[in-house]
């Protein structure tokens, strides 16, 4: 389990427009804030993909897709 401190430094690299390599099941996943465009072509350029392609929006809360969700 995270410490109280991790979260809270995950938390403020995030905010700063970094990225956190996150264990999923099988393997590491990078994340960053999506809504920040800086951080997402740093992602980008880590994972040598074009940031035309996208990339996968992931969430625990379905309410923060509502932006996206069709009429």
Known sequence: MASLWRIKEAAASIEAGGVLACPAEAVWGLSCDPWN????????????????KGVIVASGDVSHFGPFSMP
């Not at 465009?37 to 035309?52: D, T």
């Open 37 to 52: 465009l800086s951080a997402v072509a740093f992602l980008c350029g880590m994972k040598q993909r074009a940031l035309s």
